[in-house]
């Protein structure tokens, strides 16, 4: 939804937020629909198999359809060393 608000002028957020809708909707239904079909004449593993196309669609749908932004890095960025270093120490300790 944040990347539709994004992209779409202002003008055209409600068609957009309609057509997310109706994905939100629709897809639980066919979804299980489908999931039972493969999973009963094909294999479980199916299910995942089936959405990386759509997957793959998607993150280059995103790509392109975003403003070029120049970067710029905040001054509260994020300090990747300890980021990383958090969850090393919460399993070290476990």
């Known amino acids: ?8 002028p202002r003008e ?4 957009a937020m309609s057509a997310w809708g109706m994905g939100v909707a629709v897809g639980p239904a066919f979804g299980t629909a489908i999931g039972g079909y493969l999973t009963e004449f ?3 593993r ?3 198999y089936v959405n ?5 669609a998607a993150a280059l749908g995103i ?4 403003p070029k932004a120049k970067r710029t890095t905040p001054s509260n960025s994020i300090s990747w ?6 969850p090393r120490s919460a399993v070290s300790s476990s």
């Open 12 to 15: 055209k957020i409600g068609v």
């Open 46 to 48: 199916w299910c995942f």
């Open 81 to 86: 060393d300890s980021a990383c270093s958090r």
């Open 63 to 66: 790509y392109f359809s975003f």
């Open 1 to 8: 939804m944040a990347i539709l608000l994004e992209i779409y």
């Open 52 to 56: 990386l196309p759509f997957g793959i």
């Open 42 to 44: 094909l294999n479980w």
